[in-house]
Structure formats: C-alpha cells, structure tokens
C-alpha cells in the first residue's frame, strides 16, 4: 500500500516538525494571539481546540500604541482589545467592528471626551433613511462610551437618551410549507443542499451553529449544540426526518456541511451558497437560512408547543421572539375554533 496521503490542515493552522521529530501545529490569525493545538489536523481534541480558538481567542489590537492617549482612535482600539468585546459573539464582533472602524476613520483624531449628544443626535439621524444602519450605529457607540465610562475617559455616555428612527420590520423571511417542499423536490436526499436544509429544519439553529455540527455532536439520540451567540448548552433529539438524511451522507469529513474542496463552511460563505441552492429551486428572493429557524419555530407552535418548549429547542434567549409564533398559531386556532362553533361545520382550505 502506497503512503497515506495527509489532508490539508484547517484553515489559519501552521504546522512543522520539531528538533526532536515531533509535529506541532498552531492556530495563527492575523491579529490574534497564537494558540498551540494539540494532537494531529481534524482528530477530535485538535478540532475542539481549534474551535475554541477560532471563536474565543481574544483579539490584539493592532495599532493601539500608535493612537494619541484621549482620541477617539484611542477609545475604539481600547474597545476592541477589551474584555466586552472579546465575549461578544463572532457575529457580533464583526459587525460591530465594521461600524467603530469607520467611525474610528472619520473622527478618530479627536478626543473622545469632547463627542457630545448634539454630535451623536446629528450622526444617527443623518442614517436616518436606513433605521437597520441607523439603530446597529447607535448600538455600537454605546457599547465604545460604556467601555469610556470604565476606563475613565469620559464622565458620562452622551448616546443616552439618543433614539434611533423606529424600525419596523416582519424580520426575516420564514419559509412556508410550499417553500419547503419545493427545495426538497429539487435537491434530494443525499445532496449537500438538502442536508443543509434538514440541519436546519430539525434542529432550529443559527447557520454559525449548524455549519460547526458534525458526527461528533450526535451521542444517545440527541445532537448537542454549544451556540456560539449565547454560549448556551442544547440537547435536541434527532428527528426522525434529519437521522434519515444524515444516514445518507458522507461520514468522512469532521463537519456535516463542507465546501466543494471538502472544508467546513464559514458561515458567510455558506449564506451565500445556500442562497444559490434556493434560487435553483424557485424559492422567492427573501428565502434565506434564517428564514427556516423561523419555519421551524412556526412548526412548532403550529403542534401545540409552548414558548418554553420551542425556546428548549431553538436556544433563545428570552420568550419574546417565540411567543409571536405561539400567538400566530393561537390565533388562527382559536379563529377556526370560532368559526366552526358559529357555522357549526368543519373548516378548511378553499378546493
């Protein structure tokens, strides 16, 4: 038998071999502290470290030496070498670097202690066409005055009392039943696409969380979830529809969801190419892969289940988001109820 070909190391992995013959490898982003991994590429203490390292490690900021003490160039490297910002979820923190690093490029050279209401009032509402932007801006700013306040550079928070536009949106897309069974029509049992659809559907997770499943994840029935967003620890029981899809997929890679080149996704790249595979199957425009958490929270109310026992499957937070697809489908519950006691018949969809 010829030698055994190695696969390519995660990505941001270095490796070599020591003095002494030994394979060691590291986790090396730009930016980020370096992190020694253990054991060997894709073996299972390797890639939960490698997990750990791509999601927890600390950002350096670089830089920050270089910024005038008291600038607002100053305050926003402070923030992003801080302890908020580094727990904040992975999502989150690009985002919100996104949006301090302009600020820092438009106003960084002057003093943080010298931004006042009047100054904030005029940067939100010149936004003002776009709520989403205008409201995401106002987030991140007072996230950087909180850490201001901490580290004394300023005495108070001149966002306070700041609103942004009103923001009203029905949110994402949540796909419906037609939806549903026009993908799986297109993109059968054994594709990539409809293994993507059902890790989704049945579990009712975040696409960050579902593209870091894989084999691993699934012990006694249950498929275990660490989210990423809340960091909090989730059993879901297998439904019967997902064991059946992920028994027809390939079993020799360390995540369920791979690219082409047999990677795991990161999570912007897998949008995009979910959104294609929703496009081959004639799904609208707004079909997205959050829309099928909503789906599966839908379903879910639709059956009878409580906020409490949909946010035992879903993670959230709070009982606020799922309590609207409680009262969805207690409303068209109790509609019917109300028209079957006043027409005294059974209703039903038009033929």
Request: proline fraction near 5%; include cysteine.
């Amino acid at each position: 038998m010829g030698p055994r070909l190695m696969r390519r190391p995660p990505r941001y992995v270095h490796g070599f071999i020591d003095r002494h013959g030994k394979p060691r490898f590291y986790f090396r982003r730009a930016g980020f502290k370096r992190v020694a991994l253990p054991g060997l590429p894709w073996s299972p203490e390797f890639m939960a470290a490698y997990e750990a390292a791509l999601a927890e490690t600390p950002r350096i900021e670089i830089g920050a030496s270089r910024s005038k003490p008291g600038t607002v160039a100053a305050a926003v490297a402070g923030y992003f070498g801080s302890l908020a910002f580094a727990t904040l979820a992975e999502g989150t923190r690009r985002t919100r670097r996104q949006i301090l690093e302009r600020f820092r490029v438009e106003h960084g050279d002057k003093g943080i202690a010298t931004l006042g209401r009047a100054h904030v009032e005029r940067m939100v509402n010149a936004k003002a066409a776009t709520p989403g932007t205008a409201m995401n801006f106002l987030v991140a700013l007072r996230a950087l005055m909180r850490h201001a306040l901490s580290v004394g550079l300023r005495g108070d928070d001149p966002s306070a009392g700041v609103h942004a536009p009103k923001y009203r949106s029905a949110g994402f897309y949540s796909w419906t039943e037609d939806d549903i069974a026009a993908f799986e029509a297109k993109h059968p049992i054994g594709s990539r696409a409809r293994l993507a659809l059902a890790l989704l559907l049945y579990t009712a997770q975040r696409r960050a969380d579902v593209v870091r499943m894989g084999r691993q994840h699934v012990r006694d029935g249950l498929i275990h979830v660490r989210q990423s967003k809340t960091g909090a620890t989730l059993a879901i029981p297998l439904h019967p529809e997902l064991r059946m899809v992920l028994e027809a997929a390939p079993a020799e890679h360390f995540t369920f969801l791979t690219t082409a080149a047999g990677r795991p996704f990161h999570p912007d790249s897998f949008t995009h190419w979910f959104k294609r595979k929703c496009r081959e199957a004639g799904l609208p425009r707004r079909a997205s892969v959050h829309g099928l958490r909503k789906a599966a929270c839908r379903r879910l109310a639709e059956v009878g289940c409580s906020a409490n026992v949909i946010a035992a499957i879903s993670g959230h937070a709070t009982l606020r988001e799922v309590s609207r697809y409680t009262a969805a489908a207690d409303q068209v519950r109790l509609a019917r109820q109300g028209m079957e006691a006043l027409t005294r018949t059974k209703t039903g969809k038009l033929a």
